[in-house]
């Protein structure tokens, strides 16, 4: 198991599903968490079931004036931060024609700003420390696709983007940047998106992985605690695929 004693770790989108099996890993390892959610109640109940170690916030990743006073107060309820997994976002089923601008933004704002948002408000802290670790939650559809998810892959493959981006200006000053790239991981978030296809998509979807099984929640948090950990200190500017296989089959 990777170990984080002494970290101190904040996890977005942690009220439910991936995000959610990441606070609890890290907890596991020894940090200390902050869960951040735009779902209060959800964030509240899983701080009160990880314990002293852990402290939430109400937040909304994509509003620089609720990203701030958020991070302020997890800082002052656990210390300066030291890792920070970027985790919230959500599917987009646009239209390329019909979609309208507002709800383009609206995609870009969940699934890419508001990792920079994020990162913007924990650099400080890393940066004056000269350590620190960033994992940012991508998706499989950064790198290959499918018809009905506009623009969901365009934002993931910018998150990607960002990844790398970031790592070259934060990493000569002691910070890591890496990102995750899940296949079909068993959420309430996978569950949305099979209720919007025939029922033959799950089907083709088990057909399609090599271990011939979907992902568990557990099984991304695994690999992020291992990014954020010092066992990882020479990884960075990287995407690492977490996606049974699927990644590595043509057809
Ligand atoms: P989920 O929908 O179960 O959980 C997402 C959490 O993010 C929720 O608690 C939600 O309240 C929170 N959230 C949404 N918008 C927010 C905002 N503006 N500010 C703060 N919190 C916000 O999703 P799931 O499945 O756990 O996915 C987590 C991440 O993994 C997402 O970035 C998703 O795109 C990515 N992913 C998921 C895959 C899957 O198969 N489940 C596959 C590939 C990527």
């Not at 979907?214 to 977490?242: K, N, R």
Request: hydrophobic share 50%; charged share 20%.
């Amino acid at each position: 198991m990777s170990d984080l004693t002494g970290e101190v770790v904040l996890v977005t989108g942690a009220a439910r599903g991936i995000g959610a099996a990441i606070a609890l890993a890290a907890a596991d390892a020894g940090a200390r968490v902050g869960l951040l959610d735009i779902d209060a109640d959800g964030a509240r109940a899983l701080a009160e079931r990880i314990g002293p170690a852990a402290a939430w916030a109400a937040c909304d990743i994509t509003d620089q004036n609720s990203v701030a006073p958020a991070v302020t107060a997890l800082r002052s309820d656990l210390g300066p931060v030291t890792g920070l997994v970027n985790n919230a976002g959500k599917n987009a089923y646009g239209d390329p024609v019909a979609m309208t601008v507002d709800e383009w933004d609206e995609v870009f704002a969940v699934d890419l700003k508001g990792a920079w948002l994020m990162s913007r408000a924990v650099l400080p802290d890393m940066l004056a420390a000269e350590r620190g670790a960033i994992v940012n939650i991508a998706s499989m559809h950064a790198t290959f696709t499918c018809p009905g998810m506009f623009p969901y892959a365009a934002a993931k493959s910018g998150l990607v983007g960002l990844t790398r981006s970031l790592a070259l200006e934060v990493g000569p000053r002691g910070v890591r940047v890496n990102s995750v790239s899940p296949g079909y991981i068993e959420t309430d978030l996978l569950a949305e998106y099979f209720s919007l296809q025939p029922p033959e998509v799950r089907r083709e979807a088990l057909d399609k992985h090599i271990l011939g099984r979907l992902g568990t929640p557990e099984q991304v948090a695994s690999v992020v605690a291992f990014l954020l950990s010092e066992s990882a200190g020479f990884v960075t500017g990287a995407d690492w695929a977490v996606d049974g296989g699927v990644s590595a089959r043509f057809a």
